[in-house]
């Protein structure tokens, strides 16, 4: 829906029925895109639950067929694009961008796995830089900038234009508008899954809709490294002990620290540094026809800020 809403946002309009219906077909496509990425990890973490169903894999006729049913997932994403936008002059940028958006996320999908695999805990690999850098381009290109980044190709944005400069409005710059989107929808992924990762500590089963496991099943999140940042020599050595570990009573010490350590205060003063900092940034975006629209990047912002679930 990220794709319809921001091609209406664009347009300032509502959508005609061929308009709406292209729009619809990317936003698919960046569904194919991410049930090809799920599909493959849950192999790669050899997960056994997704979204409370039995894992694609699993399924006693797919076992590892599913291998070859991600790379069709990934393949009709292509067979879409061809069908329905190769007559556009846009076309060629569509298949680039998602071909540059997977190659990001399997770069940070690698960084995921070598420094976090379940059965080998090692915090000396974990650091707030290295989940930074796992965050941008494992979530953040394909969720936030890919659909917005589509959204804008069909809305014929052009790669430049010029537009009043925000410190002075009777001259004019040049404005790169797709890597001014990125420049905002990237740091916005980050803070959606910093959140997502605050959640999974700190949310309730009926808030969240899950059983928060980051802890057990050492994944190098937000909480365990600004716990580890902050740690004295004694707090490090209960992490080292037991974080990553499929014990409850171990699971519970790790939360002793990051009480200890008054995380969700170190979050919630995240939180509303990171949202000053991006409302900012949107409001020194100049409009012009035919160009960017603060609303889209308010609207993703809206959704997210203070989300509980």
Known sequence: MSVVDTVEILKGRTLTDEEYFKAAVLGWCVELLQAYFLVADDMMDTSITRRGQPCWY?????????????????????????????????YVDLMDLFHEVTYQTEMGQLVDLITAPEDSVDLDKFSLERHRLIVIYKTAYYSFYLPVALAMYMSNIPESYTAPSPSSPSQSETVHPYALAQSILIPLGEYFQIQDDWLDFSGTPEQIGKIGTDIVDNKCSWVVNTAL???????????????????????EKVKQVFGELKVGEKYAAYEEKVVGELKERIGRIQEVEGGLRREVFESFLGKIYRRSK
């Open 58 to 90: 699993r399924l006693p006729n797919v076992n590892m067929i599913a291998i070859n049913d991600a790379f069709m997932l990934e393949a009709a994403i292509y067979r879409l694009l061809k069908t329905h936008f190769r007559r556009e002059k846009y």
């Open 229 to 251: 940042a902050l740690a004295n020599p004694e707090q490090r050595r209960v992490l080292d002990e037991n974080y990553g570990r499929k014990d409850g009573n171990k699971e």
